[in-house]
């Protein structure tokens, strides 16, 4: 079983930054193609970002609109989340997710395709 533990979300006013990280547990990480999704009140969980086990590809939600940069380092156990120019629209807690099945350059941008789960970390803009 692996454990995904998200952190690095908090408070921050419009158009600021936030990194947030997470970090797996076991010796498989480099295995897994990696997603963040996030969820705001009311709303479903909707997908944001996606990476592949090299991180070759990436993918991104159209919303993201080239502020958001996701990563990872396979040698830590982790992939990140770096967002920009943040709107209020981004209020939201943010899951990170593994999918054990994913081919090498491959990702998926479905909810279902996830295997693993974080407990999430709430991202807060203000006006």
Do not use: H
């Not at 592949?52 to 993201?64: I, M």
């Amino acid at each position: 079983q692996v454990q995904l533990v998200e952190s690095g979300g908090g408070l921050v006013q419009a158009g600021g930054s936030l990194r947030l990280s997470c970090e797996a547990s076991g010796r498989s990480f480099s295995t897994y193609a990696m997603g963040w999704f996030r969820q705001a009140p009311g709303k479903e969980r909707e997908f944001v970002s996606a990476i592949s086990r090299t991180a070759v590809t990436t993918y991104y939600a159209d919303f993201v609109e080239g502020r958001f940069t996701i990563s990872r380092d396979n040698a830590k156990n982790t992939v990140y989340l770096q967002m920009n120019s943040l709107k209020p629209e981004d209020t939201a807690v943010y899951y990170c997710a593994a999918d054990r099945y994913a081919a090498a350059q491959a990702m998926t941008r479905i909810l279902g395709g996830y295997d693993y789960w974080g407990q999430g970390t709430q991202v807060t803009v203000s006006s």
